[in-house]
């Protein structure tokens, strides 16, 4: 088969000294920036971008470093977020359910290993994915219109309301709080500004990473501050390699299914890593989550997003490198990029320059791989982390917030309000309101209305548009079916109901 | 174990290094008001690579980004702090002149800053799918006029910005209502691009640069370039607007302000400086890989051309109740 | 049950949140309406939904929903206290001094030592200062003292 010459001829590529070296640096460099909240990969990229034109790399070992710092921030996030409870990204907070729940009970060497063995399964597969369907899902792609895309998040929701559990009006406040904050801001769609009190900063709509901060961060120093028990880590077992991947095994499954629904949902140009990551985490409980342990600690709960995550990451390549359409804020410094090295991404990608297209293929390959080599033996020391008596630990976490909140924007009004959702946040989990529906709220609410009135305004106010498609109508009936489906099988099996999502507050109980 | 970690430790502790190394000189300012990975950013990043190139400077350009507001944070930022600050340029484009003439950056305007140079632009382009029925801007006025509700137009940017305004603006010549061209925003060019594609817009509006790709790949056709003369490269094939008798144009413009407080002599400086960049051979080559035509306006050349911009923009801006 | 529980709490501010929204959003009109939802008909709709579950939240409140006891609550009270002065120091006085004294005054409040509160604020404060400005070039304000 060519695709797999050209895919070898690519590896040849990759293995190269140099390009080793390349990998390793970018994967170290990622994963350090990563571990700070807020930064992200999109900043480190940048940053990086104009040593790669200094140094005159071949566009290829460029973009085997980048390759790299793109998994390895994304790897850097899930350790501060499973040890910390501080996801930098919506991905992350999905994540940050059980990963930080494992923690909180002794068990973050091995949800850190889980986190880096599951991104690995998820990098791996999804690079199958992109090698064997990549054409085929680029047609699939232009034909998710704005219809599909509400739909898709309608589906999203349901999964969401399908698990509601032991007090579903606090579920209900949670979500509908993060779908009102989700309209703070400019509306395109009127150019209007919504909910601003006149100040500029709040155009731009919430800062996800300001809300998340302060909802998980901040509210868990105040947390820790009650006394008692809160935030005493249990000291920390730290077994061998071996043994760690011996345990992960066992979730060898989730993490394939996980990554299956991730590398799907990061084709979608604008869904992402957090829709994939979610779907992945809920879809996963409904089919292994018999004694309800997921949001209380389950390594599953952790390998299931982390594999979409990283799948979703490879899937978000396809539309840049066929349809030259950067589908996140990651993959259009990507474009940016490849623009700089003379290579236009786009339908003629894959025959003028294949060796780009599939050296990618073979360095995100390697990417992964590079992480997993240096991550896990290094799980021991980042949870040592976890040693720091109190008194140094969560001050430590406060300031790290407040760096993250302030550096991007150098705005006060970010820290006023992280401070804020800081106090909302701890008062809403004392009262046992769970947190991630707010997230998604946050996330999922802005795309949401966009597509709905997206889908309005192309059909000129006819709301059959939404159920016009025979893709739109499957994603709808999967949505009934993923929200009524509990629900009945709750009532067969009772005390079955899967119900850790809603519980869980940031894996805080 | 621990020789990872000594490992670890060292090689992030040469990278650090390396990058305060990189950055130890740093002088010079270029805001982009936008994250990186846009046009804003790029504009910055591309002279800073061509002062430093032709060592223009005594130190290196330092490129930083300040998103928000659509540019806005960066403009109250030095209006408010750095009034006086001559070792700073912030980039910009007529989605900057477009937001100060709809009045969208509160109620600072294009007096409050100095309007230093333009060093190159792109140019607006109507596009439709590869087997549409329209070829040209004939074909498409008159479907509009029979129909107007039949040809849904999408773009990259909101109700009243960029790509909204070139249909309007092609709409106002065409002597057809502004209100009845249905336009529909998507999160950028790509988005709508994809969109076009997909069958569910039926006018792509936006940049040339933004359909190379589609275009070479023959999956999109151009209905008219809107530039004031033919350009070259791969939309060499395609006439503009003016060839075809509307008179409309859309210079997206890639350019600086910088603080409304620097002494004359300082301006001066930047003014020269960009005169030098853009007469030079790295920027020619920077500008090509990028796909940025020439385009250069100097010192008050350029500042009574934003002005003019701005008058003009607010007027249609009033004119089609976008602002009262 | 008490009838001043924290879910009660709570549920009367989210509820004045929706309805403060939802009379806000009433107000929003536009010129150019391309949809026949417009900008206020998912505001509305959010809003409707919050109102929704915090009135059933206040009329029905869980029983183990209870304020934090008095001492936690004062140390709460003086961390976000601190949160407020460092937001407004930290323009004036720095980056690293007003961090250096706010993680070593939360630091006390966590219950370290006087010195090793000091150290461990002095050590964050710079460690941080590395890694964002000078490694991330990221603009942190160096203050009146430093700059």
């Not at chain 1, 071949?58 to 350790?79: D, F, R, T, V």
């Not at chain 1, 979409?308 to 490198?321: E, S």
């Not at chain 2, 990043?45 to 032709?54: F, K, V």
């Not at chain 2, 791969?234 to 413009?253: C, H, M, N, R, V």
Request: with cysteine; charged share 15%; proline share 5%.
């Amino acid at each position: 088969m060519e695709a797999i010459q050209h895919l070898a001829s690519g590896f040849a590529v990759a293995l190269q000294p140099l390009n080793v070296i390349l990998a390793f640096v970018g994967v170290l460099v990622g994963t350090t920036v990563g571990m700070l909240p807020g930064i992200g990969p999109i900043n480190a990229i940048a940053v990086l971008i104009p040593i790669a034109f200094a140094l005159r790399l071949p566009p290829e070992s460029a973009l085997i470093m980048l390759a790299g710092i793109y998994y390895g921030s994304q790897y850097g996030n899930s350790i501060s977020t499973i040890l910390l409870n501080v996801p930098g990204t919506a991905s992350a907070v999905t994540t940050a359910l059980d990963g930080y729940a494992m923690t909180q009970s002794g068990r973050a060497a091995s949800a850190l290993a889980v986190s880096a063995i599951a991104s690995f399964v998820g990098g791996t597969l999804s690079i199958f994915g992109l090698v064997l369907f990549a054409p085929l899902l680029a047609k699939w792609a232009i034909r998710f219109g704005p219809a599909e895309y509400f739909a898709l998040m309608v589906f999203a929701f349901a999964a969401l309301a399908g698990l509601a559990g032991a007090n579903r009006a606090k579920a209900l406040v949670a979500t509908s709080l993060g779908l009102l904050l989700a309209t703070v801001g400019f509306d395109p769609n009127s150019g209007l500004a919504r909910f601003t009190f006149g100040e500029m900063k709040l155009l731009d709509g919430m800062d996800f990473v300001v809300v998340t901060i302060g909802l998980f961060a901040v509210s868990e120093v105040f947390r820790v501050l009650e006394g008692g028990e809160a935030g005493r880590l249990a000291a920390a077992a730290i077994g061998s390699v071996m043994a760690r991947v011996r345990e992960a095994v066992a979730a060898a499954w989730t993490m394939v299914r996980g990554s299956v629904v991730g590398f799907l949902v990061g084709v979608l140009p604008g869904a992402g890593g957090t829709v994939a990551s979610f779907m992945a985490y809920a879809t996963e409980q409904r089919l292994v989550d018999r004694r309800g342990t997921f949001g209380s600690g389950d390594m599953r709960g952790v390998a299931a997003p982390e594999a979409a995550n990283n799948a979703a990451a490879t899937g978000a390549m396809i539309p840049l490198l066929t349809l030259g359409i950067p589908g996140s804020g990651t993959t259009a410094v990507l474009l940016g990029a490849l623009l700089g090295m003379n290579v236009t991404p786009g339908p003629l990608l894959l025959e003028q320059r294949p060796e780009v297209f599939w050296g990618l293929a073979a360095s995100m390959y390697l990417g992964n791989a590079m992480l997993l080599v240096l991550n896990l033996p290094l799980v021991g020391v980042f949870v040592r982390v976890l040693e720091l008596p109190r008194w140094a630990l969560f001050p430590g976490v406060a300031a790290l917030s407040f760096v993250a909140v302030y550096a991007v924007n150098q705005s006060v009004l970010d820290l006023w309000l992280m401070t804020g959702f800081g106090v909302v946040g701890y008062l809403m989990r004392r009262a046992g309101f769970p947190l991630a529906p707010l997230i998604l709220g946050l996330v999922l609410g802005p795309l949401m209305e966009k597509n709905v009135r997206r889908a309005l305004a192309l059909s000129g106010g006819d709301w059959g548009v939404l159920f016009s498609s025979p893709l739109a109508i499957a994603l709808w009936i999967l949505a009934a079916a993923t929200a009524v489906l509990p629900w009945l099988v709750s009532r067969r099996g009772a005390g079955r109901g899967a119900l850790s999502l809603l519980r869980a507050e940031g894996g805080s109980q | 174990m621990n020789l990872w970690y000594r490992g670890w430790l060292l090689l992030f502790l040469a990278v650090a290094l390396a990058g305060c190394q990189a950055r130890r000189q740093r002088s010079f300012e270029c805001i982009a008001p936008a994250n990186p990975g846009g046009g804003w950013d790029l504009t910055c990043r591309l002279i800073a690579q061509a002062a430093g190139e032709l060592r223009l400077l005594p130190a290196t350009l330092r490129v930083t980004n300040l998103p928000g507001a659509g540019g806005g944070m960066a403009f109250a930022h030095t209006v408010s702090v750095r009034n006086r600050d001559s070792s700073l340029i912030v980039a910009a484009s007529p989605a900057t002149t477009l937001r100060l003439a709809q009045g969208q950056y509160g109620d600072l305007e294009a007096g409050d800053v100095r309007w230093l140079a333009a060093v190159g632009a792109e140019y607006g382009v109507l596009a439709v799918a590869a087997g549409a029925p329209w070829r040209s801007l004939d074909d498409l006025v008159s479907a509009w006029r029979s129909n107007p509700g039949r040809i849904v137009v999408g773009g990259g940017s909101a109700v009243g910005g960029q790509d909204h305004m070139k249909v309007l603006l092609l709409a106002d010549r065409a002597g057809i209502d502004p209100r009845s061209i249905r336009y529909v925003p998507f999160d950028g060019g790509g988005e709508a691009l994809t969109a076009l594609l997909g069958g569910f817009i039926q006018v792509f509006s936006g940049e040339a640069s933004e359909i190379e790709a589609q275009l070479e790949a023959g999956n999109v056709a151009v209905v008219a370039v809107l530039a004031p003369e033919r350009l070259g490269g791969k939309l060499a094939g395609f006439p503009t607007a003016k060839e075809q008798g509307y008179d409309l144009s859309w210079i997206t413009w890639r350019g600086f302000y910088v603080p409304r407080g620097i002494s004359d002599s300082a301006y001066r400086r930047w003014v020269d400086l960009m005169r030098r960049v853009v007469q030079s051979e790295p920027w020619r080559e920077a500008r090509n890989r990028y796909g940025i035509e020439p385009f250069a306006l100097l010192g008050s050349d350029f500042e009574r051309f934003v002005r003019a911009e701005v008058e003009t923009l607010r007027g249609i801006s009033l004119e089609l109740g976008l602002i009262r | 049950m008490k009838l001043a529980s924290l879910d009660r709490v709570l549920g009367v501010a989210f509820f004045a949140v929706a309805a403060g929204a939802a009379l806000q959003a009433r107000k929003f009109s536009v010129a150019f309406l391309i949809d026949p939802l417009g900008p206020k008909g998912f505001p509305l709709l959010a809003a409707t939904l919050l109102a929704a579950g915090s009135l059933f939240v206040v009329l029905r409140p869980d029983r183990r929903s209870e304020f934090p006891e008095r001492a936690a609550a004062g140390r709460i009270a003086a961390a976000v206290a601190s949160f407020v002065i460092y937001a407004l120091s930290v323009a004036p006085l720095g980056f690293f001094l007003s961090t250096a004294l706010e993680v070593a005054f939360l630091a006390r409040l966590f219950g370290g030592g006087v010195k090793a509160s000091l150290a461990s604020g002095a050590l964050t404060a710079a460690g941080l200062w590395i890694l964002f400005a000078l490694v991330l070039g990221l603009p942190l304000p160096a203050g009146m003292i430093f700059g």
